[in-house]
């Protein structure tokens, strides 16, 4: 089995895009091929020492989720199933999808969500993301002047997307050795 589970939550496929690239950067001897929420219970995830979990961020800063008009359950739904699970040895890092230009002032909520819960649930949270680059009026998701974990914006820094990521995912093997 891989060491790194990679899970996201989406429904037009842009987080799963990412995934896709996060897995493809790691290679297969390192991560396991991405799955959607909707599709994964607490115990696949508990199978891992090491999880990258995506999310975009809807609306107002919301999960995705029924309640934002997906076609099928995801994060929003998943969560709440983690309520009293133990994570205590796992890292969990996080990466999120927001546009900063049109919703500056819930800029990736969602990934706070993710963040807070797995806290409860005594992962160690690896992989904050520096804010600077970035345009917004307001975060959720930034604890202690750091985005809790990587932040793209698909919609207006596109192109510093392969960087970003680069960047990050050297960050995490790090983190993770």
Known sequence: MAKVGVFFGTDTGNTRRIAKDITTALGSAIAAKPVNIRNAAVADLQAYDTLILGTPTYG??????????????????????LAGQDFSGKKVAIYGLGNQKSYPVEFVDAMFYLYEQF??????????????????????????????????????????????LDTWLKMLAKAWD
């Open 119 to 164: 806290k409860q649930c005594s992962a160690t949270l690896i992989g904050a993301w520096d804010t600077e680059g970035y345009n917004f009026k307001n975060s959720k998701a930034v604890v202690d002047d750091r985005f809790v974990g990587l932040v793209l914006d698909q919609e207006n820094q596109k192109e510093l997307t392969p960087e970003r």
């Open 60 to 81: 107002e800063g919301q999960l995705p989720g029924l309640s934002t008009g997906n076609a099928t359950t995801s994060w929003e739904e998943f969560l709440p199933t």
